[in-house]
């Protein structure tokens, strides 16, 4: 088992990372975070002069306490600068109505149907005749037209400053966009017409990024030419050169499900097949007196190359930075340790940039590295093969089952989804994506040699053919992915922390993590008791946030009716984005969905089969939840004069329905009126203004997030 005394750097990176995670879930204020690092570091150093304190053994908790204080308060200082920094130059000219601003476009536009998305890095503003300097990276949504459409990364545009905040989500438990952009020290986001905006200048001065970027598309363009298109050539465009814009959403998706994604995206098993790929071609300059210093040079530079080409994803920075450790190290003649090398990678990516730790690939990263190192050679142990190929199965299945373990349950709380048949997959996928990577290599450089050229790219070709059938064969097997799993962050902390018993028990033989691990175990599951439990009697209403759309959610226990005027077939994703991280937290099973435009008496009974739900009744616009009580009002609803007003407890306002407030009030009595997401902001306006007499509460779906209403 691995000593921690004798890996320093681990042990000083986790009070780091704590101190980034303290200002990442409590915005810790960067005035307050600096001067905490300077007290404990000052308080460090005069301690070491103290003798009685440095020196004794009874108090090395004092000396390691207080340097710990100082990672702790550095990894908060630096993210909480980062932070603060990155929103103090904006909040300058919020309120200015002449400025204008000036900004580089950064990494590749995003051309979509009708806009075309950016990243783009301002410069500076202009605020009553004075230009101030910022570096505020902000993301830009352009009108699409002839000109936005040729933008390319180092191009300076100048427009005027509309500039809105990222919302924060509308629905419950729906993917927080705000905070993923502010990870990336985004907080602002415009949209700008054609008219809004000028090219300032073109960028011709290519930088190394634009020359990476350039040479990337020209080895895709080789391969095109070696005859790949369709899907072979986007998976070749992925595995080799990180490019993924062309992968097919059907195949992503079969390539998640077989737990076969890694080798679509170039990660540290890409950059160690190129390092033991040169390292092999290399191997002369091992016999030249100064060859471990060239060839130590030259391996750093292709690795840095090649993650430079293939985006710098924060895995290949990752694996990149971890292996230039292990090549100086090498030429060094020092044996650093594996996990002190994995260690001072982490720290110089997280000194550049601390919410790295919050990226999901770079957390999958790590923790399948570290599980390889720790777990794989005592799972490769339990059995001993004397025949070669059962011996390499077995240790590549140990591999995938190392891998597997350490990273299934921060997978289970991000994707939901556990790929089922994994090892199987693995088993295939891995060698062929080795060999795939070895073929494309040998396809760009033979290219344009008349017969090896096309010789390899149609070996390359068959290669990839054979892996995306193998992919989508196990795709198709029965219960090849468990879906939709609840899993929580409490229950990914309860999952490590039996994981970890479970390796110090077999390391250390002691009943205390054997202990630990079973009480994890029963809090977890003792958990998951009480949840069902609660799952089982819930009763909730919601009425979500979806641009432009209506949708009606009633959750009873298991039971999910969804009433909306969503077209399923077109757009099913657009539903799903907003509503199924909510249906996972609640536990609830396949929607059963109705069109809104069904509620007429023509549809009574297909309806009533549908919901197939003895709690829920609906007769037109007018629906009841157990006692709960629904009126929808939609365009073709009519107000009619009533003796008594009728007494419900909520009413939806959907698709700009052209009844005013007081004609509405008069028939019904409600403690809520709704306004959906369907009406337009003219109509919604409106409606404010005139419910501001009314008695009943309303609520702006579009304003205040989704309604809910727990009976």
């Avoid at 200048?201 to 363009?221: K, M, P, Q």
């Avoid at 072979?232 to 994604?261: C, P, T």
């Avoid at 919901?611 to 365009?635: A, E, W």
């Avoid at 009519?638 to 939806?652: G, W």
Wanted: glycine fraction near 6%.
């Amino acid at each position: 088992m691995i000593n921690l005394n004798n890996i320093p750097l681990i042990r000083l990176l986790i009070p780091f990372i704590a101190g980034i995670m303290l200002t990442v879930n409590t915005e810790a204020h960067g005035r307050w975070m600096p001067a905490f690092f300077g007290i404990s570091l000052l308080a460090y150093l005069a301690l070491l002069r103290v003798s009685s304190i440095n020196t004794s053994y009874s108090r090395r908790w004092i000396m390691g306490g207080l340097l710990y204080g100082c990672f702790l308060f550095a990894g908060a200082s630096l993210s909480s600068i980062q932070y603060d920094s990155s929103r103090n130059s904006l909040n300058l000219f919020e309120s200015s109505n002449e400025a204008l601003l000036i900004g580089k476009v950064k990494g590749n536009p995003v051309v979509k149907e009708r806009s075309v998305k950016l990243t783009v890095e301002l410069l500076g503003f202009r605020q009553q005749n004075q230009w101030v300097a910022t570096r505020e990276t902000i993301i830009a949504y352009l009108e699409k037209d002839s000109l936005s459409a040729t933008l390319i990364p180092g191009d300076v545009l100048s427009f005027e400053p509309d500039l809105k905040h990222v919302d924060a989500p509308k629905n419950p438990h729906e993917f927080d966009y705000r905070k993923y952009l502010s990870y990336h020290l985004i907080h602002q986001q415009t949209y700008l017409r054609s008219t809004n905006w000028k090219l300032i200048r073109h960028e011709t001065n290519l930088n190394i990024f634009h020359v990476a970027s350039a040479l990337r598309e020209h080895l895709i363009g080789i391969l095109e030419d070696q005859g790949l298109n369709g899907n072979e050539l986007a998976v070749a465009s992925a595995l080799i050169l990180g490019y993924k814009d062309n992968l097919d959403a059907h195949l992503k998706q079969a390539y998640s499900s077989a737990g076969a994604m890694h080798v679509l995206a170039v990660s540290g098993l890409h950059v160690g097949i190129i390092f033991l790929i040169f390292s092999k071609i290399l191997v002369f300059l091992d016999h030249w007196k100064q060859g471990r210093w060239i060839k130590g040079c030259i391996l750093i530079l292709i690795l840095w190359f090649y993650a430079l080409i293939t985006g710098l994803s924060p895995s290949v920075m990752r694996a990149a930075t971890m292996f230039s450790f292990v090549i100086l190290a090498k030429a060094l003649n020092r044996n650093s340790g594996f996990f002190n090398t994995l260690a001072a990678s982490a720290f110089l990516l997280l000194i550049f940039n601390p919410f790295l730790v919050m990226d999901v690939g770079f957390q999958l990263s790590y923790l399948a590295v570290s599980g390889i190192v720790l777990i794989q050679p005592r799972i490769n142990n339990l059995f001993q093969f004397r025949w070669m190929p059962l011996r390499k199965i077995w240790s590549l299945t140990a591999v995938t089952l190392a891998a597997q373990l350490a990273t299934f349950p921060l997978g289970l709380y991000y994707f939901h989804q556990f790929p089922n048949y994994f090892i199987a997959a693995n088993l295939i996928v891995v060698p062929l994506a080795t060999v795939i990577l070895c073929f494309g290599i040998a396809t760009i450089c033979l290219h344009a040699i008349p017969v090896l050229g096309p010789i390899s790219g149609q070996g390359l070709q068959f290669l990839i053919k054979l892996l995306n059938e193998t992919v989508q064969t196990i795709d198709r097997l029965p219960y090849a992915v468990s879906n939709q799993i609840r899993f929580t962050a409490t229950d990914t902390w309860l999952i490590y922390l039996a994981i970890g018993s479970m390796l110090l028990l077999i390391a250390y033989r002691k009943f205390r993590y054997f202990f630990m691990g079973c009480t994890a175990l029963l809090i977890f599951l003792a958990s998951h008791f009480f949840y069902l439990i609660q799952r089982n009697q819930q009763k909730t209403i919601m009425v979500y946030h979806i641009p432009g759309y209506s949708a009606l959610n009633f959750i009873d226990g298991t039971d999910n009716v969804l009433f909306s005027d969503l077209e399923l077939t077109t757009n099913r994703s657009k539903l799903l984005f907003h509503t199924e991280n909510n249906w996972i937290h609640q536990g609830v099973a396949q929607e059963k969905f109705l069109q809104l435009s069904h509620l007429t008496g023509k549809h009574r009974l297909s309806n009533l089969i549908r919901i197939d739900n003895p709690h829920l009744f609906l007769k037109r616009n007018y629906l009841q939840f157990y006692d709960y009580r629904v009126v929808i009002i939609d365009p073709a609803f009519q107000a009619r004069e009533i003796r008594h007003k009728m007494v419900c407890d909520l009413i939806i306002i959907t698709k700009n329905a052209p009844i005013d407030a007081e004609a509405l009030m008069s028939m019904f009595t409600t403690p809520y009126v709704v306004i959906d997401a369907s009406n337009s902001n003219y109509h919604r306006e409106r409606w404010k203004k005139t419910m501001e007499s009314q008695d009943a509460v309303l609520w702006d779906v579009a304003e205040k997030g989704a309604f809910q209403a727990d009976l």
